[in-house]
């Protein structure tokens, strides 16, 4: 069974960053595609970013330039460095690991107010 947990969610004025991290409790990490999926009140899921176990990333178009995914193998973490913070970047991320099927953590909640 793989669990995933996220933290680092928060409020951040715009402009501001915030950093989450998903940690992993499986074996064979390594092999595991992972990402990050955010979801807005009333809005679908949608991916954020990817990153595949020989470390190619994917973003969304809505984040090029201010995300960053990144992952640390021997820690079992997956990271989503977010800057350049917009209100529009409010909602539920979502950690994902995928190798023969998708699993999900809890979500952790971002918020971009002033």
């Known amino acids: 069974q793989v669990q995933l947990v996220e933290s680092g969610g928060g409020l951040v004025q715009p402009g501001g960053s915030l950093r989450l991290s998903c940690a992993a409790s499986?074996?064979?990490?390594?092999?595991?595609?992972m990402g990050w999926h955010r979801q807005a009140p009333g809005k679908q899921r949608k991916l954020v970013a990817s990153i595949s176990s020989t470390g190619i990333t994917t973003y969304a178009d809505a984040v090029k330039g201010r995300f960053t995914i990144s992952r640390d193998n021997a820690k079992k973490t997956v990271y989503l460095q977010m800057n350049s913070l917009k209100p529009e970047d409010t909602a539920v991320y979502y950690c994902?690991?995928?190798?023969?099927?998708?699993?999900w953590g809890q979500g952790t909640q971002v918020t971009v107010s002033s």
């Open positions: 499986v074996s064979g990490f390594s092999s595991y595609a």
């Open positions: 994902s690991a995928a190798r023969m099927r998708t699993y």
